[in-house]
C-alpha cells in the first residue's frame, strides 16, 4: 500500500497550486508572502516533511495572525500532505489537517482547495481502511474539480477513485474509471497525466490477468515517458513490464527490463525501487531453478533494506530467503532467516505477520519438530480465520492435515483436509466467476481493438486511395505537360519553317529581281558595244566585272548572312557596270565608319543593291545634271545603319514619269520591307527598320535618302 501511495503522492505533485523551490526561508507575515511559501511547501512535503512540517506551522500560525482563512486552509493542507509521506500509518494527525483544511475551503468556497482537500481525505481514509469514506471523498474531489474547470484535477480523482475500486477488489469498476481518465488525458493532451493513468490501467489489467492489454497499455506509457524523458516514469515502466513478462514465464524478457529499471534507479538514488527490484529479479531466478543467483539478489534487497531501516521489507526480503533455503534444502538457514522475519514483523505490527508463521511452521515440520510445527500453523490458522484470510487458512488446512496423519489423529487430519477442499473450491469458483468476468472484459477489449484495427486499415485504404488519385492525377499531368511541350516543339519548329521559307521565297524573289534580264542584257549590250569600237581591254574589264557581279549575285542568294565586303564588293560592281551602261551619268561614292572592320561582321545579303537601282533607274536617270549616289555603313544602337543617298528627281516625279517603273520599284521595296520584318520576328529587334525619306531644297525635289537599320554578327576567326 506504501508502494501505491507514494505514486499517487507523484501525481499529486502535478495538480494545480503544487510548484517547488526553496524561497521560505525569509518569513513575512502578508498575503503574497504567505501564499507564496505555501505554494512551495506541497512540494516539499513529499521529498522533505519533516522541514514542510515546522514551516507550515509556522505559516499556519502566521495566517492566524491576520485571520488569512485562505492562507490557514493551504498551510493545513501542506501539513495533511506532510504527516501522509513522514508517517504512514493509520494514525490521525494527517486527517486533522487535511479535514481542516478542507472545512477552511468551504468556509471560503474555493472549489479548487476543497477538490484538492478531499483528494487527500480519500488517500487518509483509505490507509485506515474506511473504503466508503474514502471513496466518498474521491467522489466529491472529482465534483470540486469539475466545477473549477481543473482537467488535470478530474484526471486524479478519477485516478483515486480507480485505486479505491481496485482496494475493493472490484476491477471492473477500477477499470471503468481508468479508462474515463485516460480518455479525458488524450483528449487534453496531458502526456504526464496520461502515461501515469496508462501505467494503473496495465496494473489492473494485470490484476485481471489479461497480460496482452495489461502489455499494450505499460508499452504506451513508457513511449510517452521516453518522449518527455521522465526517469521516474521509465523506472516504473520498465519494473511492470519485467513484472508482465515474469507472470508470462518469459524469463529472459522480464529479466532483460528489471536489468534496465536497476541501471535507471541507481542513477536516480532510489534506494526502495531498486530493492523491490532486487526482489523481483530474485522470483525470476527462483522460478528458472537458479537458486544461487536468486539468493545474490535477495540479499543485496536485504542489505538495502536494512540500509533504509525498512521493516516490511527487511521481513519480507527474509520470508524469500527463508523459501529459497527450504526449496535446497537448508533447513537451519531457513529457520535463521524466517525468525528474524518474524522478529521484525512483530516490531512493527507488520499485518503480514501470519504468513511468516506459516514458513515457519512448515520449515519446523520439514524438520521434524511436529510440536512446534503445529503450535505455530496452528496459530498462523486461527488469525488467518480471524482476519478472513483463505489463502493462509487453505495452506494451514493442508500442513495441518499432513501433521495430524502423521500422529494418528485420522480424525482431525480428514476434518483439516476437508476444509482445505472447500476452501480450494470456494477459491476456485471465486476464480471461475473471476475468469468469465475476464474473459467478458477479454472480449470487449478484443472488440474495440478490431473496431480500432477497421478503422486503421479504413483509414490506410482511403489514404491509399487518395496517394492512387494523386499519383494518377500526376501521371495525367505529366503526359498533358508532355502534349503540351510536343505541341510547343511542333509549333515553334512550325513557325521557324515557316518563317526559313518565307526567307527562301524572299530571297529568290529577290535574286529574280536583281538578275533582272533587262540589265544583263543591257550590259552585255555595252560590252559589245567596247569590242566593236575596239576597246578590247575596257570589254574584257567590264566581262570579268559582269561574271564576277552574277556569281556574287548567285553565292549570296544560298546564305543567310555575308561578311560585309562581300556585299560591298558586289555593290561596287553593281554600280561600276550601270556607270559602264548609261555612260557616265552620274558618280558614286561607298563609305564606312571608322569603328567598322567589313571582314569582321556579317549581315544579310542583297539589301543594298535593291536600294541603289531604285536610286539609278527612278531617281537618277530622268535627271538632266549629272546625278551623285552615297552609300554608307555607320554603327548605331547595336544595329548597321545603310544609308543611300541620291540627289535624283524625287519619288514624286519618277512616279509621274512612268507607271510601269513605279510598279517595279513597288515590287523591290515591298520585298526588301518583308525581309526586314523577317529579320524583326525572328530576331526579335523591334530597332530594325526600313524608311524612305524625300530630300528637297527650298521646297523643291532634291533627291531621296533610303535608311535600313540592319542586323549584324560577327565574324570570328
Given amino acids: 500500500m506504501r508502494k501505491v501511495f507514494l505514486q499517487f503522492m507523484v501525481l499529486f505533485s502535478f495538480l494545480p497550486g503544487v510548484s517547488g523551490h526553496h524561497p521560505y526561508y525569509v518569513l513575512q507575515a502578508d498575503t503574497a508572502s504567505i501564499n507564496s511559501r505555501n505554494a512551495n511547501l506541497f512540494a516539499e512535503a513529499r521529498t522533505n516533511p519533516d522541514l514542510t512540517m515546522l514551516m507550515a506551522q509556522r505559516t499556519l500560525g502566521e495566517s492566524r495572525d491576520i485571520n488569512y482563512k485562505k492562507g490557514m486552509a493551504d498551510a493545513s493542507l501542506a501539513l495533511g500532505s506532510a504527516w501522509l509521506t513522514r508517517y504512514f500509518n493509520k494514525y490521525d494527525s494527517a486527517l486533522y489537517y487535511c479535514m481542516q483544511a478542507y472545512e477552511l475551503y468551504r468556509a471560503i468556497e474555493e472549489s479548487r482547495g476543497k477538490a484538492r482537500a478531499c483528494y487527500y481525505l480519500s488517500y487518509v481514509y483509505s490507509i485506515k481502511g474506511d473504503l466508503d469514506e474514502s471513496e466518498r471523498y474521491a467522489s466529491l474531489s472529482l465534483n470540486f474539480f469539475k466545477e473549477a474547470g481543473d482537467t488535470r484535477g478530474v484526471i486524479n480523482a478519477y485516478h483515486v477513485l480507480s485505486y479505491v475500486a481496485k482496494q475493493q477488489n472490484d476491477l471492473k469498476k477500477a477499470r471503468g474509471l481508468i479508462n474515463e481518465a485516460v480518455e479525458l488525458a488524450r483528449s487534453a493532451g496531458d502526456t504526464v497525466n496520461l502515461a501515469d493513468v496508462l501505467n494503473t490501467l496495465g496494473n489492473i489489467y494485470k490484476d485481471m490477468t489479461l497480460f496482452k492489454p495489461a502489455i499494450d497499455a505499460y508499452f504506451e506509457a513508457l513511449g510517452l515517458w521516453e518522449s518527455i524523458g521522465d526517469s521516474n516514469g521509465l523506472s516504473i515502466a520498465y519494473g511492470s513490464l519485467g513484472l508482465m513478462y515474469y507472470y508470462q514465464q518469459e524469463w529472459d524478457k522480464a529479466l532483460e527490463y528489471c536489468f534496465r529499471k536497476v541501471s535507471v534507479s541507481e542513477a536516480r538514488g532510489k534506494i526502495y525501487e531498486l530493492s523491490k527490484t532486487y526482489n523481483t529479479i530474485a522470483g525470476i531466478y527462483k522460478a528458472k531453478t537458479e537458486l544461487d543467483s536468486a539468493l545474490y539478489f535477495l540479499n543485496m534487497g536485504l542489505k538495502l533494506n536494512t540500509d533504509m531501516n525498512y521493516a516490511p521489507g527487511i521481513a519480507s526480503t527474509c520470508n524469500d530467503i527463508a523459501s529459497a533455503f527450504m526449496t535446497i534444502p537448508r533447513l ?67 500442513l495441518l492435515s ?27 469458483n471465486d476464480e471461475f466467476h473471476r475468469q468469465v468476468t475476464r474473459m467478458e472484459i477479454q472480449y470487449d477489449f478484443d472488440k474495440k481493438q478490431k473496431a480500432a484495427e477497421y478503422a486503421r486499415m479504413e483509414e490506410r485504404m482511403m489514404n491509399e486511395n487518395r496517394i492512387n488519385r494523386q499519383r494518377l492525377y500526376l501521371t495525367g499531368l505529366a503526359v498533358l505537360l508532355a502534349l503540351v511541350a510536343l505541341m510547343s516543339f511542333l509549333y515553334i519548329r512550325h513557325n521557324r519553317l515557316r518563317a526559313r521559307y518565307a526567307q527562301i521565297d524572299l530571297e529568290q524573289r529577290l535574286l529574280r529581281a536583281q538578275m533582272n534580264p533587262h540589265f544583263i542584257f543591257n550590259s552585255l549590250s555595252a560590252v559589245q558595244d567596247l569590242i566593236l569600237s575596239g576597246r578590247l581591254q575596257n570589254a574584257g574589264t567590264y566581262l570579268a566585272k559582269i561574271a564576277r557581279l552574277m556569281r556574287n549575285i548567285l553565292e549570296s542568294s544560298r546564305e543567310e548572312f555575308i561578311p560585309l565586303n562581300r556585299e560591298i564588293e558586289t555593290v561596287r560592281l553593281y554600280l561600276d557596270l550601270q556607270k559602264l551602261r548609261f555612260e557616265e551619268v ?21 539589301l543594298t543593291q535593291p536600294c541603289v537601282e531604285n536610286s539609278i533607274e527612278h531617281g537618277l536617270l530622268p535627271l538632266k545634271a549629272k546625278g551623285r549616289l552615297a552609300v554608307s555603313y555607320t554603327m548605331m544602337n547595336g544595329l548597321l545603319k545603310l544609308e543611300v543617298t541620291d540627289n535624283g528627281v524625287g519619288r514624286k516625279e519618277a512616279a509621274a514619269r512612268s507607271e510601269i517603273r513605279k510598279d517595279k520599284r513597288s515590287v523591290s521595296s515591298v520585298i526588301t520591307s518583308e525581309r526586314l520584318d523577317n529579320f524583326r520576328k525572328t530576331l526579335r529587334n523591334k530597332k530594325i527598320s526600313f524608311e524612305i525619306t524625300d530630300l528637297f531644297i527650298r521646297e523643291k525635289a532634291a533627291g531621296t535618302r533610303v535608311v535600313i537599320m540592319l542586323p549584324y554578327k560577327k565574324i570570328f576567326s
Fill in 332 to 398: 537451519d538457514s531457513a529457520q535463521k532467516y524466517i525468525d528474524r522475519a518474524i522478529a521484525t514483523a512483530r516490531r512493527s505490527a507488520d499485518p503480514a505477520l501470519v504468513e511468516y508463521y506459516l514458513t515457519l511452521g512448515n520449515i519446523l515440520k520439514m524438520k521434524g519438530e511436529t510440536s512446534s510445527a503445529l503450535r505455530h500453523i496452528s496459530e498462523a490458522y486461527s488469525t488467518g480465520r480471524e482476519k478472513k484470510l483463505p489463502m493462509i487458512v487453505r495452506d494451514a488446512s493442508i
Fill in 402 to 428: 499432513d501433521i495430524y496423519a502423521s500422529l494418528n489423529r485420522n480424525d482431525l487430519a480428514y476434518r483439516y483436509l476437508k476444509e482445505y477442499h472447500q476452501i480450494n473450491d470456494s477459491i476456485s
Fill in 586 to 606: 552620274f558618280d558614286y561614292d561607298i563609305s564606312l565608319d571608322d569603328a567598322i572592320d567589313p571582314a569582321g561582321i556579317s549581315i544579310p545579303p542583297m
